[in-house]
């Protein structure tokens, strides 16, 4: 009866092992939306959490450079009159007050 106990649990547990996915983590992609931003500042900052809690954004544990009030540059050579940088694509519901992990660019 032992036996035979244990060997059912055995192939259950040889099943499950087979059934969890064993893949590698997603790599990790620069940022890749361009922006213009009217300042870029720590997402440490008073300013950046001023914001990112407008919106509901937590950034506890992030220090990452974050953009706000900023808008996607479509055109290359556009005239931006601020802080030209390439952010982390925003979400649209974030209306381009913020963008996360802004390094700055020469177009």
């Known amino acids: 009866m032992f036996s ?4 059912a649990v055995a192939s259950v547990l040889i099943t499950l ?3 969890i996915p064993n893949s590698p983590p ?3 992609t ?4 361009p922006q213009c931003c009217n300042s870029v500042v720590s997402s440490t900052s008073a300013a950046a959490s001023a ?5 509901g954004l937590d950034l506890t544990g992030l220090n990452v450079p974050v953009g ?10 556009n005239n931006c009159g601020s802080t030209t940088v390439t952010c982390d694509a925003p979400e649209k519901e974030w209306g381009g007050l913020i963008a996360i992990n802004c390094i700055p660019i020469t177009l």
Do not use: H, M, Q
């Not at 035979?4 to 060997?7: A, T």
């Not at 620069?30 to 939306?33: D, G």
């Not at 706000?68 to 050579?77: A, N, Q």
């Open 17 to 19: 092992a087979a059934a």
């Open 4 to 7: 035979k106990l244990s060997i």
């Open 30 to 33: 620069p940022p890749s939306s």
């Open 68 to 77: 706000l009030s900023c808008s996607p540059i479509t055109v290359v050579g």
């Open 51 to 55: 914001v990112a809690a407008l919106l």
């Open 26 to 28: 997603p790599p990790v």
